[in-house]
C-alpha cells in the first residue's frame, strides 16, 4: 500500500511544533542577566554577568567581530502571558517608506510615529550579530568546525550604547580603503564610500562588549560597554565579507518575523500562523532578563551552583596567518 495515495491527507493532520534547542540555534543570544536564576541545563546565571545562550555563561566580557547590523521597528504589548509582538517592520529598505504586519504604513521618524495613535508605543531597535571570537579575533568553531555566532538585541536602555558605537563607524574614514576607488565617476565613487562606511568598517575591528550602567527615571541599569578591539587585516576583512553574504538569509529567516508573520513570545518558538509547513524559529532575542516564578528548589540550586557551562566550542588552531582564515570553515 502506497502512502502517497492518501497524501492531500496531510493538509488537515496535524503537526507538533518543536522548539530548537539552544545548543542548535544559527545565532545565540548574548545578554546580561538581570537577576540571578537557573537556566535550562541547569547552570546558575548570575546576575550581570554576560551570557551566550547555549555556548557558555557567567561572563565578564566577550568579543565578536560584527558581520550584520539590522534596524527594525517593533511595537511591543504586554499581556498575562508575557510580551506580544502586536506590529513589526524589518525595514525591508535603507530609506522609508516601511510597512508593518497589517500594511499600514510606518512613519518615517520617532515624531511621526509618537503622531499615530495606533503606532506611538513603536520603538525602534537594533539587531547586531557576529561571528564569536577571543580577543585575538581568532573565531571560535563548534564540534563541527563552524563558527559560532552571536547577536545582541539593543531596545530599550540598551540601545544607546550600541547605537552610538555603530555610529562611531560610519562617522569614521579608516585608511587605507577595503575596496579602492576604481572610477572618476563621482557618484560611484561616493557610493562606494557610503558602503565602506556603513557595511565594511564595523567589520574591520574586534568588537569588544562588556557591561556597565546607565540612569533611568527608575535608578541604574545594566547595559552593554563596546569598545573596539584589534583592528584585522585587509585580507581577513574579506574574509567576514564573504562569510557575512553568505549567512545573510540565515540572518533574515532568524529575525524578519514578517516573512510568516509570526509573533514572537519570550521563552518560545513564534507561531507560525500560515497553513504552509514551516521550520520552527526559537526566539533567543526575546529571552527574559528576569525570572520571578522560581521555586524554593530551584533558588537552593542557585545557591550551590555557580559553574560556568563547558564551552562546546573549540578555537580554530588553522589560522596561522592573521585573526581570521575562514578558509577551511563552512557555513
Given at each position: 500500500?502506497?502512502?502517497?495515495?492518501?497524501?492531500?491527507?496531510?493538509?488537515?493532520?496535524?503537526?507538533?511544533?518543536?522548539?530548537?534547542?539552544?545548543?542548535?540555534?544559527?545565532?545565540?543570544?548574548?545578554?546580561?542577566?538581570?537577576?540571578?536564576?537557573?537556566?535550562?541545563?541547569?547552570?546558575?546565571?548570575?546576575?550581570?554577568?554576560?551570557?551566550?545562550?547555549?555556548?557558555?555563561?557567567?561572563?565578564?566580557?566577550?568579543?565578536?567581530?560584527?558581520?550584520?547590523?539590522?534596524?527594525?521597528?517593533?511595537?511591543?504589548?504586554?499581556?498575562?502571558?508575557?510580551?506580544?509582538?502586536?506590529?513589526?517592520?524589518?525595514?525591508?529598505?535603507?530609506?522609508?517608506?516601511?510597512?508593518?504586519y497589517?500594511?499600514?504604513?510606518?512613519?518615517?521618524?520617532?515624531?511621526?510615529?509618537?503622531?499615530?495613535?495606533?503606532?506611538?508605543?513603536?520603538?525602534?531597535?537594533?539587531?547586531?550579530?557576529?561571528?564569536?571570537?577571543?580577543?585575538?579575533?581568532?573565531?571560535?568553531?563548534?564540534?563541527?568546525?563552524?563558527?559560532?555566532?552571536?547577536?545582541?538585541?539593543?531596545?530599550?536602555m540598551?540601545?544607546?550604547?550600541i547605537?552610538?558605537?555603530?555610529?562611531?563607524?560610519?562617522?569614521?574614514?579608516?585608511?587605507?580603503?577595503?575596496?579602492?576607488?576604481?572610477?572618476?565617476?563621482?557618484?560611484?565613487?561616493?557610493?562606494?564610500?557610503?558602503?565602506?562606511?556603513?557595511?565594511?568598517?564595523?567589520?574591520?575591528?574586534?568588537?569588544?562588549?562588556?557591561?556597565?550602567?546607565?540612569?533611568?527615571?527608575?535608578?541604574?541599569?545594566?547595559?552593554?560597554?563596546?569598545?573596539?578591539?584589534?583592528?584585522?587585516?585587509s585580507?581577513?576583512?574579506?574574509?567576514?565579507?564573504?562569510?557575512?553574504?553568505?549567512?545573510?538569509?540565515?540572518?533574515?529567516?532568524?529575525?524578519?518575523?514578517?516573512?510568516?508573520?509570526?509573533?514572537?513570545?519570550?521563552?518560545?518558538?513564534?507561531?507560525?500562523?500560515?497553513?504552509?509547513?514551516?521550520?520552527?524559529?526559537?526566539n533567543?532575542?526575546?529571552i527574559?532578563?528576569?525570572?520571578?516564578?522560581?521555586?524554593?528548589e530551584?533558588?537552593?540550586?542557585?545557591?550551590?551552583?555557580?559553574?560556568?557551562?563547558?564551552?562546546?566550542?573549540?578555537?580554530?588552531?588553522?589560522?596561522?596567518?592573521?585573526?581570521?582564515?575562514?578558509?577551511?570553515?563552512?557555513?
Open positions: 500500500m502506497d502512502f502517497t495515495e492518501y497524501a492531500g491527507l496531510g493538509d488537515t493532520g496535524f503537526e507538533s511544533k518543536q522548539a530548537i534547542a539552544p545548543e542548535d540555534e544559527d545565532f545565540h543570544a548574548a545578554y546580561i542577566s538581570g537577576i540571578t536564576r537557573v537556566n535550562h541545563i541547569n547552570i546558575s546565571e548570575q546576575e550581570g554577568k554576560l551570557q551566550v545562550r547555549g555556548v557558555e555563561y557567567n561572563l565578564e566580557d566577550i568579543y565578536m567581530v560584527i558581520n550584520h547590523v539590522k534596524r527594525i521597528l517593533t511595537k511591543t504589548v504586554n499581556t498575562p502571558q508575557g510580551d506580544k509582538t502586536e506590529c513589526f517592520s524589518y525595514k525591508s529598505s535603507p530609506n522609508p517608506p516601511w510597512f508593518g497589517n500594511n499600514m504604513q510606518c512613519g518615517d521618524n520617532s515624531a511621526a510615529r509618537a503622531a499615530n495613535q495606533f503606532c506611538n508605543t513603536c520603538r525602534e531597535q537594533i539587531i547586531m550579530s557576529g561571528i564569536y571570537c577571543d580577543e585575538t579575533g581568532k573565531p571560535r568553531v563548534d564540534q563541527t568546525g563552524k563558527p559560532i555566532f552571536i547577536f545582541l538585541r539593543a531596545k530599550g540598551k540601545y544607546s550604547n547605537a552610538d558605537y555603530l555610529s562611531s563607524f560610519a562617522n569614521d574614514t579608516i585608511d587605507p580603503p577595503i575596496f579602492k576607488k576604481i572610477t572618476t565617476d563621482p557618484q560611484k565613487e561616493r557610493q562606494r564610500a557610503n558602503f565602506e562606511r556603513i557595511a565594511v568598517n564595523n567589520k574591520r575591528f574586534v568588537t569588544r562588549i562588556g557591561t556597565g550602567y546607565a540612569d533611568s527615571a527608575y535608578g541604574k541599569k545594566r547595559v552593554f560597554e563596546l569598545e573596539r578591539g584589534v583592528m584585522l587585516g585580507q581577513d576583512v574579506m574574509n567576514v565579507l564573504k562569510l557575512s553574504k553568505q549567512t545573510l538569509e540565515k540572518f533574515n529567516d532568524k529575525f524578519d518575523w514578517s516573512r510568516s508573520q509570526q509573533q514572537p513570545t519570550p521563552g518560545y518558538s513564534p507561531p507560525q500562523q500560515n497553513s504552509a509547513p514551516q521550520q520552527p524559529v526559537s533567543e532575542n526575546l527574559p532578563e528576569s525570572n520571578t516564578n522560581q521555586t524554593k530551584q533558588s537552593d540550586v542557585q545557591n550551590q551552583n555557580t559553574q560556568v557551562a563547558k564551552p562546546q566550542q573549540q578555537t580554530n588552531n588553522n589560522n596561522n596567518q592573521g585573526a581570521f582564515n575562514f578558509e577551511d570553515l563552512e557555513f
